[in-house]
């Protein structure tokens, strides 16, 4: 394996991501493909230069989708320089958007954007998030859904260690008073 494919290998084994089982250089059909999910039809392929524009390659990624199997192809300098990048899409991949919990809630565009802004490349924060956005988003008045704009703004592991207590003494007490309030609503969902 080159190493961009270990360092995927490394994050994709062992169900490690989502809890969804991966495999490695796998056969399929005539093909021998990079990590596979059988559970989620998803295949993903990690490419050197030699791939660029490759024939062989587009009519290999037709034939798996073919047999119904989705295909993310990543360029091993972009799977070593934007790690968290590719995960992110192989995230998206796994989890289709969310519908809307009942039919109230298909015609509001911004509880469908919010619950959208809400999927997370770290699988507990996306789950935290969703959970409230499931009990409370409907509740929540004007300068609570400001509030709550206001820390989804925020990079993904400095909003987790804030939701999970892990941050520097006087940190959380900084923040205005509501999204502190907001916080605690989080953390108990």
């Not at 509001?108 to 935290?128: A, F, K, N, T, Y």
């Not at 409907?138 to 260690?161: C, I, K, S, V, Y």
Request: with cysteine; net charge negative; aromatic share 10%.
């Amino acid at each position: 394996m080159t190493d961009a494919e270990k360092l995927l290998w490394f994050r994709l084994r062992d169900h490690r991501f989502c809890g969804v089982k991966f495999k490695r250089q796998q056969p399929l059909g005539d093909y021998i493909v990079d990590f596979v999910s059988f559970e989620k039809k998803l295949v993903i392929e990690v490419d050197g230069g030699q791939h660029f524009e490759s024939e062989s390659d587009r009519l290999r990624d037709i034939w798996l989708r073919n047999q119904g199997f989705e295909v993310l192809r990543f360029w091993n300098n972009e799977v070593l320089g934007q790690t968290e990048s590719v995960m992110e899409k192989i995230f998206q991949a796994l989890t289709p958007s969310p519908q809307p919990l009942s039919h109230e809630g298909r015609g509001d565009r911004s509880l469908q954007r919010m619950r959208w802004r809400c999927r997370r490349g770290l699988l507990e924060l996306d789950i935290v998030l969703g959970r409230f956005v499931e009990r409370h988003y409907a509740t929540l008045d004007e300068a609570g859904r400001q509030a709550f704009e206001a820390l989804l703004d925020m990079p993904d592991n400095p909003l987790w260690d804030m939701i999970a207590g892990r941050v520097e003494r006087g940190v959380h007490e900084a923040m205005p008073g509501d999204q502190q309030a907001l916080l605690e609503k989080i953390r108990a969902s």
